[in-house]
């Protein structure tokens, strides 16, 4: 066997061969269900078994310098491996220790390094002295931590001694500053792997909650307190024996989790992606329940764990940090006496008095969080853990002033979010609102969120609180709003219904009215509280898969809300729902569409009419038009005439009347085979407006065609407004998004974009698509594609028009692909809706038959299902 042309020598295949042996054994071990920390420790009883081997050979063949090597050098594991917990593709971190006689290091040093990558070991490594490797590692806070873990494995136990004697005082020492490097050093990988436990595709090593936060705390605890075993920190009082227990299960489900990751690749693989989930949630035994799938069982273990260990963390840095000691001998000299119980400086702590009230009263918890609500000031740190501590006492009656205080808290933006956030992390929340303990950590197995449900939730309210330095319509709405406690509980509670059989929303209804009782709320305070929650997603409905300009829909929307102010809340939930989904998720472009929908219902409730506005909008641009009558003939009156009294609601509203005016005078002058297109950058919505102007006569199937064109280019449309107006003029508008450019697209680009619409209606060549997922992984891709096709016919909501919504998997040429298929059904699309939710889209499709009629029959409503659906999945798989 060999290498690169070079033989193995037969001590080094002898390993290799039994390496991969001994790992087959511990594979077959832990697919028979060995704890993760036992498979991890054998692993790495089977590493220093090779390496021994390897140093005995390397010492049995330079016979002249095996006595200074024994004498001289040390070889010490670090990191995982130190540790005792090395996965199975893990680096294996190696440091050879040597004194400063050691004249022949390098010797050992190639011959190791290289006998250990041909026996099929991923190896870090460096070669120092105890005093240079003890000066870096307060240099670099990674060398910190691996040393942190040091274990000594074979040679010189004195050369050993001297750098573990040494390097505890050291670290002792200098603690202050090591501890803010390592904290910072994390805080940097998080940022790159996500800000949240909740992230719905974590990292479980380096994602927050995962392995990495648990090894901090013997990081931070080594430099601190001497101790990196968090079973010694329990025995010293640093950690409590509760905390002890949540981080010892944390890391065995972590590390068999990271075990079968690293076995099912045969490589480090440390990503749980959706794909893995729900592998491993079979191989686990997962089997699911009424409303949950096995993979969201799964998941919802894996994120308790993950923040349990989370929460610790953040309590066990807090108190590990320089200033927090000083902080607490200043604050009697910096700070007022509340009431005995409480005192109010930077932060606000807890009494004696103050702590023996809070054991075991929900109501002195709560008043807690009020308190730092309304100062505008955080709880401490040791507050904080009082309070964690006392939660598994609380009584479980539920007393009047408890929910007075809730409502007290709910009713100040200030610090709402990250309030109800800690109260979440340490189980009060669930102690007021019940229906918490379900929601916990559920994740929901689809592509629309980013967040496990309890999460969403919570993020949602900081969402809407956010609103409040806002600027816009959106700010000045949330500012005026009377009853913003009302908001913040629907928003709290909105999504609690998911994760059961039945509609979440019809279950969301009735946690509402439970929460109403349960927190006394007036009549007509929980009659809005209720409508928030089970009509939550109407506005969003309506909004990006509606046609808002039917006056029709308005006015029943509007007689559905009832009031301006429950508009107001509303139109606040919604957009905050939506903001509270993902980053970017609640663009510009949403933003604008969703105001628009507010205004034109506040307009109705207000008692104006929206189709008096149409109406006021269409003499405007007759208004601009006939100021150049002068210079038109009597057959160009009658054709202006005739487009601006055709011009639909939707487009009127789209544009200012000028721009009407424009397009119009622009396409007068249009000859029959041509095309005129017109592009504009929306600097509100960092959208471009495509306006396009041709016969209906050029080609069959405009639209699929113009969306084929648009497509093409890489473009990601938005909407659609499609118009065929007198003597067969077609008005197309298409709004879409330019990914590749930020900010305004050079001219030449807009040029480009139109040139290839032109050419899109004057050709018949098939459009070639971009493929944007040429960089993606295959399990990636694979995750994206798994979800259902589905296409609904709503034959109720419109009077004039049959509308598909149809959910699919987003990817490139999937909109031409079902404006093709309309096209061959011989179906009329007059308006366009495409909303797309990180990698789902809902497209909306208001068409008519060829006679412009709604499609009754029940038969050719399943011929058109049908043949969207196998077009869509035939697209899919070709």
């Not at 509670?493 to 019809?506: A, N, P, R, T, V």
């Amino acid at each position: 066997m060999s290498r690169s042309g070079l033989t193995f020598r037969p001590d080094v295949l002898a390993a290799r061969e039994w390496l991969a042996v001994e790992r087959q054994k511990l594979r077959q071990q832990h697919d028979a269900g060995s704890p993760g920390i036992q498979v991890c420790a054998r692993l790495t009883e089977l590493f220093d078994q090779v390496l021994l081997r390897l140093y005995q050979s390397a010492l049995a063949d330079t016979p002249d310098h095996a006595a200074e090597f024994q004498g001289e050098v040390a070889l010490v594991a670090l990191g995982g491996y130190g540790r005792g917990d090395v996965a199975p593709y893990s680096d294996v971190d190696l440091l050879i220790l040597h004194s400063w006689g050691a004249a022949n290091v390098s010797l050992l040093a190639r011959r190791l390094l290289h006998d250990l990558y041909d026996v099929g070991l991923e190896l870090g490594h460096s070669v120092r002295t105890p005093q240079d490797v003890i000066r870096a590692a307060f240099k670099d806070p990674t060398l910190f931590t691996a040393l942190a873990e040091a274990r000594f494995i074979a040679g010189s136990e004195a050369i050993y001694g001297k750098f573990d004697r040494r390097f505890p005082r050291v670290a002792n020492r200098r603690w202050r500053s090591t501890v803010t490097a390592i904290e910072r050093a994390r805080e940097e990988e998080r940022s790159q792997y996500g800000e949240t436990v909740y992230l719905l595709e974590p990292n479980v090593k380096r994602s927050p909650g995962g392995l990495r936060d648990l090894q901090l705390i013997r990081w931070v605890g080594f430099a601190r307190h001497g101790q990196s075993d968090p079973d010694a920190q329990a025995r010293m009082g640093v950690i409590s024996k509760d905390d002890q227990r949540i981080l010892r299960l944390a890391i065995e489900f972590l590390l068999r989790v990271r075990n079968e990751l690293h076995f099912h690749a045969r490589k480090a693989n440390d990503l749980l992606n959706r794909p893995e989930q729900v592998r491993i949630a079979e191989v686990f035994g997962y089997t699911g329940s009424e409303g949950l799938l096995p993979v969201e069982q799964f998941m919802q273990d894996y994120f308790r764990h993950t923040r349990g260990v989370s929460n610790i963390v953040e309590r066990f840095l807090a108190q590990s940090r320089p200033w927090t000691r000083l902080r607490e001998l200043v604050a009697p000299v910096f700070s007022h006496l509340m009431e005995g119980d409480f005192r109010v400086g930077a932060r606000i702590s807890l009494t004696e008095q103050g702590r023996r009230k809070l054991r075991g009263d929900l109501v002195e918890i709560l008043r807690l969080a009020d308190l730092s609500n309304l100062y505008q000031k955080r709880v401490a740190p040791a507050a904080w853990k009082e309070v964690h501590e006392a939660v598994p006492s609380l009584p479980d009656q539920f007393p009047p002033a408890a929910a007075d205080r809730f409502l007290s808290i709910l009713s100040q933006p200030a610090m709402l979010g990250e309030l109800l956030h800690q109260l979440h992390e340490a189980g009060v929340l669930e102690r007021v609102i019940p229906e918490f303990t379900h929601a916990r950590c559920l994740l929901q197995f689809n592509e629309y969120h980013k967040y496990t449900v309890d999460e969403h939730c919570l993020r949602a309210v900081e969402r809407a609180t956010d609103f409040a330095r806002e600027r816009g319509l959106l700010g000045r709405v949330y500012r005026d709003l009377k009853e913003k406690r009302t908001l913040h509980l629907a928003l709290l509670i909105h999504d609690l219904g998911k994760g059961f059989l039945e509609d979440h929303s019809e279950v969301g209804l009735r946690i509402a009215e439970h929460t109403a009782t349960r927190l006394r709320l007036p009549t007509r305070e929980a009659d809005s509280l209720k409508f928030l929650v089970h009509k939550h997603l109407m506005m969003s409905h309506l909004a990006f898969r509606r046609d808002t300009s039917d006056n029709q829909l308005i006015v029943r929307f509007a007689v559905d809300v009832g009031s301006p102010e429950v508009l107001r809340m509303l139109y606040v939930l919604t957009a905050a729902d939506l903001a509270a989904v993902g980053p970017g998720v609640f663009n510009q472009w949403k933003a604008e569409v969703l105001a628009d929908l507010y205004q034109r219902t506040l307009r109705h409730l207000a008692g104006d009419s929206p189709s008096a506005g149409a109406e006021e909008r269409r003499a405007a641009v007759a208004d601009l038009i006939n100021a150049d009558s002068r210079s038109f003939s009597e057959s160009d009156r009658h054709w202006f005439n005739s487009q601006v009294a055709a011009l639909p609601t939707s487009f009127l509203f789209s544009m200012p009347p000028e721009r009407i005016a424009e397009h119009l005078r622009r396409f007068q002058e249009l000859a029959r085979g041509e095309v005129h297109t017109q592009s504009r950058y929306l600097e509100e919505t960092d959208t471009v407006e495509y306006v396009i102007g041709t016969y209906e006569d050029i080609t069959p199937g405009v639209f699929h065609k113009l969306t084929g064109g648009l497509s093409s280019q890489g473009l990601a449309i938005l909407s659609a407004d499609i118009n065929t107006l007198a003597d067969g003029l077609v008005l197309d508008r298409f709004v879409v998004h330019d990914p590749d450019f930020t900010g305004p697209p050079p001219a030449e680009r807009l040029e480009a974009v139109s040139a290839r619409l032109a050419a899109a209606l004057k050709g018949d060549r098939q459009p070639a698509f971009r493929r944007l997922w040429s960089s993606m992984k295959p399990d990636s891709r694979k995750s994206l594609e798994q979800w259902p096709t589905r296409v609904r016919v709503d034959n109720s909501t419109s009077d004039k028009y049959t509308i598909l919504d149809i959910f699919a998997s987003d990817r490139t040429g999937l909109l031409y692909t079902i404006a093709r298929t309309l096209f061959e059904l011989e179906l009329s699309v007059s308006l366009a809706k495409i909303g797309t939710y990180l990698d789902q889209v809902v497209d909306v499709f208001y068409v008519t038959d060829a006679s412009g009629r709604k499609i009754s029959s029940e038969e050719r409503l399943e011929t058109i299902h049908a043949r969207l659906l196998r077009a869509i999945e035939d697209e899919a798989a070709g």
